[in-house]
């Protein structure tokens, strides 16, 4: 087997996904990327990155998608943008499909990343990116001196409107409960906060605004009060849903479908390696996803290499 003939498949087409495909290529691996249908991750929907090291400026994240994409290429890197629809990973040559077409790999990573979940409401869609946001990390900066609501109850909604009260002169926390599903330390630092006020039996019938947010319609359950609140930004935080459906039954999952990894990339498939959002559930960063799309190519680029020196009666598929 020669190294020209080790193919490596990548699923995803993040900063994960997109790192992996320069480490990969440019280590002279046959690299094929299933990108998907809405390639380029959860950045596509951010509109300036401001914290990625090496733009000073700042960088739009369709813009740094697209760069990575093309380094991605220049090493070589062949492009499918269309889903994954299944997999086999029962042999030593294993199989990602795209409908009716297979792609063949020695090596599989992993990095279909994880979406937000989110309201569901049109006007919440139309204005993501200009003021509504799933990540306060990436763009609590750009709020800095404004009024902004955050929707949640868990320890995520209230870590998040934690961390804008550092930029926003008033954080409403909107929930729909009367209580949340926090801990008891994270209400207590909550509710002591000046700058947060917590709205209960709540939620958000509209995000207001036609370029940019410009406030929310909310309706009471208790009080059958609905009323307009004028402010700058909206930051959901009711969770995230790694994208792991296809892989149920060949890798492990914990019990909110976030692949467990072993040994930083490994799965429990000999040759499945992971990287980004897909098992990573506490960082969710651009950077810390890249750093760990280079791991998880260093790593099968590593298992090829001891692939490629074994016998060729080992490397059958009855032996694997």
Known sequence: MSEQNLRVLIIGGGPAALTAAIYASRANLD??????????????????????????????????????????????SKFIDADAT??????????????????????????????????????????RGRGV????????????????????????????????????????????????????????????????????????????????????RVHNFKTAETKEIALDGVFVAIGHRPNTDIFTGWLEMNEKGYL??????????KGVFVAGDVYDYRYRQAVTAAASGCKAALDAEHYLEALAGEPAEILTAQNW
């Open 260 to 269: 467990v990894v072993t040994n930083e990339t490994e799965t429990n498939v």
């Open 86 to 127: 299944r997999v086999d990973f029962s042999a030593r040559v294993k199989k990602v499909y795209v409908d009716d077409d297979v792609y063949e790999g020695e090596a599989v990573i992993v990095a279909t990343g994880a979406s937000a979940m989110w309201l569901g409401l049109p006007s919440e869609e139309k204005l």
């Open 31 to 76: 690299t094929t990327v299933i990108a998907g249908y809405q390639s380029g991750g959860q950045l596509m929907l951010t509109s300036e990155v401001e914290n990625f090291p090496g733009f000073p400026e700042g960088i739009m994240g369709p813009e740094l998608m697209d760069g990575m994409r093309r380094q991605a290429e220049r090493f070589g």
């Open 133 to 216: 946001s799933s990540c306060a990390t990436c763009d609590g900066f750009f709020f800095r001196g404004k009024e902004i609501a955050v929707v949640g109850g868990g320890d995520s909604a209230l870590e998040e409107a934690l961390f804008l009260t550092k930029f926003a002169t008033k954080v409403t926390l909107i929930h729909r409960r009367d209580k949340f599903r926090a801990s008891k330390i994270m209400q207590d630092r909550a509710a002591r906060n000046p700058k947060i006020e917590i709205v209960g039996d709540t939620v958000i019938e509209e995000v207001l605004g036609e370029n940019k947010v410009e406030g929310i």
